[in-house]
């Protein structure tokens, strides 16, 4: 078969969902670049031109240079403990044991609740009055007094940065035993009888089938944690004195609670290309990576 | 209509055409029948005043006298109701409905979100509603709806705890409530006895215009900001100072105002601040542990400033410009709004008729919150009329916290709200 056809036929196979795709993304993508120059109101007036205004104001306020901060520490510390978490919760689950399917279909389960459920739960875990969590600490004594959680600065976006890791650990979890399974028995056993410590083995022999898979889950993750906004936006709304707000937040205050579209699309593009040049980044290492691996 | 065809086509164009046009007739004649039945789409919120199941009994009471009117409700949060509003309004889909804050009308009538209806506004109803409700719906002279929650927030003590504590009358001004609740504190009856709403959110905003109002202050003059010294400052100033003595609940600042509730009936706060519908709540509820013992007062005064101390927190409905069934739309309202229909739910949110307050069906076994409602709702002191109203409270709602967490003291925390209000 030529391969003008087979390029052919890919094209072909590929335009419902190209044709769909530029519908629902890249027109509306072309509307918010052409909104991002205008200060439109969300409602009533189109606005007026007002070329890179709005993106000088955004990059210039305060606002946006303290939420871009704790966007990055909550997209760092989340993610990296997600990842840690989740290696070492598939490690376990990879072992035999008796009750470990049974297991292994638990840990998803925090994964399959909607966030804002998540939040929710989270909400009342943390309740300063009368809270799961208040009550735990204060009957095994790490704790003189129940606290508030959610109501600190000092404690908050960590409190957030907690249920956002209780609930998406499991999918880093699920990528790493997938790739766990794909490691042949018999060179893990050959490892064993060379006499291989426990983190030499993993080090040198599970790492490497590990690492192509656990950057994708990287990547996936990096980027929903940096544009986290449910979980902060049911739990604390941004506050205490806007300690947990992050980006989309802030576009969301900006578009829709202020409604200056204009502006707001001005700081979602910028949010975007962020987003965008991460995506990038990790793209690049993923070639890296899989041409080591493999 | 297709432009007319004029090559050898157009006689199968022709044909074609006739069918669509008779399809057409044929379903236009099946929504004929359909437009007997007209649906109402309605945003309510689910949180404070009327519960989501009174609001359901009385939208069913409506559409039984009126068969041919459906009415579909929806329900949400306080936080989510402005922006649920807007963004239906501006995705073209949106409701005929929907329950607005007094805060609101300024930015929906400069952005076309509601209808003027002043025409529809009858005499009966000018002279029976109280005149203060109508600053609910009105902005430059024009009404944009009818009220309907009439509210303020009112001051709720715990009769048991002050007794105990050897207090024989609620506190008339901020100053003595400080006093009265250091005692409770110092007798070790409560360790912070007072719970206030100051998460980030509108909440706290309507805690602090309640001081404002009682200490004179002004949020605007000549539409600039003023709140940053004179009796804005003070009562910021009220707040923290409540806050660092320990009077307060310090999760006072994550607290909205089902969280006071929940507090107050459990009995862990002496006094507490919220709107009406806690009344019947606290000292009837099956879950209250403090039913029968609750009193409620107006909020206090200002020794020289003023006598009692009251937000006005009152909702209209209006009608959307989006709505294809104003008509039926107003009729909705104004059955919601009727006497008859707020005389019966009274409970929970008291009728924006002048003459139910003395109906012994609507004061019977709530004599206490009627008589605090006479002096509260006349007092009521509006949070500032301005469209850009919503960056002006995200601003403050950030300096009240940063000053309650002493990140910066009152004063600068209002100086900083004030550059960034947008105003």
Known sequence: ?294 | MPIAIENQEADMSNSITRALIGAALLSASFAHQALAETTLNALFMAQAAYSEADVRAMTEAFSKANPDIKVNLEFVPYEGLHDKTVLAQGSGGGYDVVLFDVIWPAEYASNNVLVDVSARITDEMKKGVLPGAWTTVQYDGKSYGMPWILDTKYLFYNKEILEKAGITAPPKTWDELAAQAKTIKDKGLLATPIAWSWAQAEAAICDYTTLVSAYGGDFLKDGKPAFQSGGGLDALNYMVSSYTSGLTNPNSKEFLEEDVRKVFENGEAAFALNWTYMYNLANAGADSKVAGKVGVVPAPGVAGKSEVSAVNGSMGLGITSVSQHPDEAWKYIEFMTSQATQNQYAKLSLPIWASSYEDPAVTKGQEELIGAAKLGLAAMYPRPTTPKYQELSTALQQAIQEALLGQSSAEDALKSAADNSGL
């Open chain 1, 1 to 294: 078969m030529s391969g003008t056809w087979m390029s052919t036929r890919a094209w072909l196979l590929m335009t419902p969902l190209l044709a769909v795709m530029i519908a629902v993304i890249g027109w509306p993508m072309v509307q918010t670049v052409g909104l991002s120059f205008t200060d439109a109101k969300l409602v009533g007036t189109a606005g007026t031109f007002v070329g890179l205004d709005n993106y000088a104001r955004m990059l210039a306020s305060s606002n946006f240079q303290r939420t871009l901060v704790t966007t990055v520490w909550f997209a760092v510390v989340s993610v990296g403990a997600e990842m840690m978490l989740g290696v070492l919760a598939a490690l376990l689950l990879n072992q035999e044991f008796r009750g470990r399917t049974a297991l292994r279909a638990l840990m998803i389960l925090p994964w399959a609740l909607p966030t804002v459920v998540n939040a929710t739960l989270w909400r009342l875990i943390y309740n300063p009055e009368y809270g799961a969590l208040n009550a735990a600490l204060t009957q095994i004594g790490l704790l003189d007094a129940y606290r508030s959680w959610l109501g600190e600065p000092g404690s908050a976006l960590t409190a957030l940065i907690v249920a956002d890791c209780w609930k998406n650990f499991p999918l880093v979890a699920l990528i790493a035993l997938a790739a766990l399974q794909a490691v042949p028995r018999d060179i893990t056993a050959a490892s064993l009888v060379d006499g291989a410590g426990p983190f030499n083995r993993f080090r040198f022999v599970i790492l490497p089938y590990l690492a192509g898979p656990l950057v994708v889950a990287l990547v996936l993750r990096t980027i929903e944690a940096f544009k986290v906004f449910d979980i902060i936006w049911v739990m604390t709304r941004g506050g205490p004195a806007n300690s947990t707000r992050t980006l989309s937040i802030l576009v969301y205050q900006e578009a829709f609670s202020f409604q200056r579209a204009g502006s707001g699309a001005s700081l979602a593009l910028i949010v975007t290309l962020l987003v965008t040049l991460l995506a990038l980044a990790y793209a690049a290492l993923v070639r890296k990576t899989a041409g080591r691996a493999f």
